[in-house]
């Protein structure tokens, strides 16, 4: 055996495993994610696992690879199908995942307070017109490729974590149509044209692009200026009336002094 094909054949038995085991891990992500989310509108009935022939997963519907004839799975395109169910943590298999679609489905519940371990490659997270609820998870800060996070359209509360600013490729990015409240994080302006429409119709947001944020200090005077204007409002008309008493019984009894003194002399 000559010196090149015993090293052709090394090669290929420490690269078909590594393909082997990677493959594996995708078909596993995908497995999961089938068993786990509802899927009443038959989209993802082209899922059919079995089939080892390289790349028969790629004809997925939704499903992109990187090249089509290796199940090493790019993209997940999966908006407007109709799923329901909770965020499907089985993902994190798909280790080579840049982009996550689910918009427009019936996805609901919680993001996983750690998704950035789930999803740690992705460029691409959109989450837009579902029914996800809670608190925005800040380790999406970590998912550091991020160009583009699209989260309008659910019922996500409680404020926009700080750490988000973190996010300095971050191009295009919505949270309208939620329940948050609390100041927007300073975002990088340089690469993230905010619009007042990306913030729009939330309980209590505050800050550029919005009206900018009260001082905590006039958040506690102001309460404190109306309970005095009220209790001014309340209390002047006994004030007037007992001063009204008083100055009355004084002159009475200068009347009644006098009407003594003329009496004796």
Known sequence: MSIATLVTACIWFLVVPSFTCANEANVNCLKSIYSQVEDPN??????????????????????????????????????????????????????????????????????????????????????????????????????????????????????????????????????????????????????LKMKPDDFANNTDLCGMPLDACKPEEEGIIRPGKIGAAVGAALFAPLGAFLGWFFFSGRKEKQQHRSWIYHMEH
Request: glycine share 10%; net charge negative; aromatic share 12%.
């Open 42 to 191: 038959g989209y993802l009935s082209s899922w059919v696992f079995g089939n080892y022939a390289q790349g028969y997963m790629c004809k997925f519907n939704g499903v992109i690879c990187w090249h089509d004839d290796e199940d090493r799975v790019m993209s997940l395109m999966l908006s407007g199908y109709g799923l329901r169910g909770e965020f499907p943590y089985g993902i994190w298999n798909c280790s080579d995942l840049t982009g996550l679609e689910l918009a427009d489905n019936n996805f609901s519940g919680p993001l996983p307070s750690n998704i950035a371990s789930l999803i740690p490659s992705l460029t691409i997270l959109d989450l837009s017109g579902n029914s996800f609820s809670g608190e925005i998870p800040a380790s999406l800060s970590n998912v550091t490729f991020l160009n583009t996070l699209m989260l309008q359209h659910n019922q996500f509360t409680g404020p926009l974590p700080p750490e988000l600013a973190l996010l300095e490729r971050l191009s295009k990015f919505s949270v309208a149509d939620n329940q948050l409240t609390g100041p927007i994080p300073n975002f990088n302006d340089a690469t």
